[in-house]
């Protein structure tokens, strides 16, 4: 069992950048692929992205692409989402989560973090 908190979360201005960290115990968190996903009120819990292990494979929404990017640093049993540009739309509940497979699908994910909030002004 792999225990994950998130932090870095708060309120930005449009256009601003934040740095989301998700710190992880427990279990080896190199056997794990780490993603990020978000939920918005009254709206499904979606993707936003996904990293290896090893850092090599990475996967983004397409709503994010080319913002976001997200990164791992195993030494500190860490995951990374860097936020730029961001939008009044990525107002959302952010949480980290661990799978043994990089993926999209949500099924897929055995541990999560209990979320930090974005809130994003226009």
């Known amino acids: 069992q792999v225990q994950l908190v998130e932090s870095g979360g708060g309120l930005v201005q449009a256009g601003g950048s934040l740095r989301l960290s998700c710190a992880a115990s427990?279990?080896?968190?190199?056997?794990?692929?780490m993603g990020w996903f978000r939920q918005a009120p009254g709206k499904e819990r979606e993707f936003v992205t996904a990293?290896?292990?090893?850092?090599?494979?990475?996967v983004y929404a397409d709503s994010v692409k080319g913002r976001f990017t997200i990164s791992r640093y195993n030494a500190k049993n860490t995951v990374y989402l860097q936020m730029n540009s961001l939008k009044p739309e990525d107002t959302a509940l952010y949480y980290c989560?661990?799978?043994?497979?990089?993926?999209?699908?949500?099924?897929?994910?055995?541990?999560w973090g209990p979320g930090t909030q974005v809130t994003v002004s226009s």
């Open positions: 990293i290896s292990w090893n850092g090599d494979t990475t």
């Open positions: 989560a661990a799978s043994y497979r990089p993926g999209r699908d949500i099924s897929e994910y055995d541990y």
């Open positions: 427990g279990r080896t968190f190199t056997s794990y692929a």
